[in-house]
Every structure is written in structure tokens, then in C-alpha cells.
């Protein structure tokens, strides 16, 4: 079974410029994560999806961060205009909605993004 | 508020046992879990407790109480892989359509030392 894609790896932007994220779930998982983890910390969710619907966005700074998922299968997170304080890792995880099961979130390898 | 506290950084020798604390207060409770995050990659999933006690899988177990609000992640027979961050998460309850929100904490840094 294919884990959860994410890309790209890195990219480096300067303040003020645009960057986009794109992630692929596991194959029939209904729920999507996208998270910010700063390093040294946990991460912290901007947004989650169920299908293609938006089911929590309340951390996501919506002046800046964007996210869709057109399809209620792949993903993508924007910043515009990005700051410097936006410097993380940009994680993304995806997990069933089984009735019964812990339902436990597979991560993606994640995009570190560094803003000068 | 909602909040979860566990040691930042913790160390200890190869082939001993080491036991991560983690302790919640949130406005529900319906899981804990337990992540392993290697330097430069993403987590993966260790654990889950919902109910009091103790589970046991191979080298590692976790413990719950939920009156107390605590848990913890006991590592046995701690070889060099096992250094990593240890990320406590709880799901608060159930959002609508079955799927979870957690609240993470910070991590513990784990160093094993030879």
C-alpha cells in the first residue's frame, strides 16, 4: 500500500512570495490533515478535511493559508504572502472514519519550507 | 483550555529501560496516542490507549489513566534507533463523521547513549 506522497521536499522562498504544497493520501482514506510543526515542537493542525469538505480550521491563519481538496482526494496548501515566521515543516497525514477503529493518522514525509 | 505536558528532553543508556510521562487536561477524552518521530522525518504511530491499563506491543508499552489524566510510554531494552522524539496526542472526542482532532504535545527528546 502507497503511504502518503507529499512534494515537494524543500523549497526555499523569500518573505512576501507565494509557495504551494501538494499531498496524495493513502488510497481510500476519507480524512485529510494538514499540520505545521516548528522544530523542537509537536505539530499543530491547520486545517482537516473530510471528503472534500472542510471539518476544522480554526488554527489555519486565513489571511495568508489557504487549502483545498477539490475531489476529496489530493490536497494543496498555499501561503501568500509568506512570512518569515512560517519556516517549518508542513506535514500532512490522512487516516479511515472506520466505525470501530482507533483510526490512527499516517503522516507524509513532509515539506520543509525556508522563508529568508 | 486544553493542554498536554510531557519532559522535553530525556536520555538514557543502550539496553536499559526508560519510561516517558505525559500528562492531559482537555474538554474530552476518547484516545491517547503515542507517535515516534526520527530526526528529519515524519511520525508514525506507536500506540493507542482508550481505556485504563496497560498495552503491551514487543519493546514498547503505554499506560492510561484516564482519572488522572496520564500516561506514559515505557521503552524496554533501548538500542541506538531508538533515539527519537516521543509525541503524546489525545483525540478531545469525535468530530462529525467519526474522524479525529488531536491535540499534540510538545515531544520528548529521547537520547540513547551507548
Known amino acids: 500500500e502507497a503511504g502518503v506522497a507529499q512534494s515537494p521536499r524543500y523549497k526555499i522562498i523569500e518573505k512576501r512570495q507565494s509557495v504551494a504544497f501538494w499531498c496524495n493520501p493513502i488510497?481510500?482514506?476519507?480524512?485529510l490533515y494538514w499540520y505545521q510543526q516548528i522544530l523542537g515542537q509537536g505539530p499543530k493542525l491547520l486545517i482537516q478535511?473530510?471528503?472534500?469538505?472542510?471539518?476544522?480550521d480554526s488554527q489555519l491563519p486565513k489571511d495568508r493559508f489557504s487549502a483545498e481538496r477539490l475531489k476529496g482526494v489530493d490536497s494543496t496548501l498555499k501561503i501568500q504572502p509568506a512570512k518569515l515566521e512560517d519556516s517549518a515543516v508542513y506535514l500532512c497525514?490522512?487516516?479511515?472514519?472506520?466505525?470501530?477503529?482507533?483510526?490512527?493518522?499516517?503522516f507524509g514525509p513532509g515539506t520543509r519550507l525556508t522563508v529568508l | 483550555g486544553q493542554n498536554i505536558d510531557q519532559p522535553t528532553e530525556m536520555t538514557a543508556t543502550e539496553g536499559a529501560i526508560v519510561q516517558i510521562n505525559c500528562t492531559y487536561q482537555?474538554?474530552?477524552?476518547?484516545?491517547l496516542f503515542w507517535y515516534q518521530q526520527h530526526a528529519g522525518e515524519a511520525p508514525t504511530f506507536l500506540s493507542y490507549n482508550v481505556l485504563d491499563g496497560l498495552e503491551e506491543k514487543g519493546r514498547f508499552s503505554s499506560f492510561l489513566s484516564r482519572s488522572k489524566g496520564y500516561s506514559y510510554l515505557l521503552l524496554k531494552e533501548l538500542q541506538m534507533k531508538d533515539s527519537a522524539s516521543y509525541l503524546c496526542?489525545?483525540?478531545?472526542?469525535?468530530?462529525?463523521?467519526?474522524?479525529?482532532?488531536?491535540?499534540w504535545g510538545l515531544g520528548t527528546s529521547l537520547a540513547v547513549n551507548p
Open positions: 478535511f473530510q471528503n472534500n469538505g472542510v471539518v476544522d
Open positions: 488510497s481510500g482514506h476519507a480524512t
Open positions: 482537555t474538554s474530552g477524552f476518547n484516545g
Open positions: 496526542a489525545v483525540s478531545p472526542g469525535r468530530n462529525a463523521g467519526n474522524n479525529r482532532k488531536l491535540i
Open positions: 497525514a490522512s487516516s479511515t472514519t472506520r466505525q470501530g477503529s482507533y483510526n490512527e493518522q499516517f
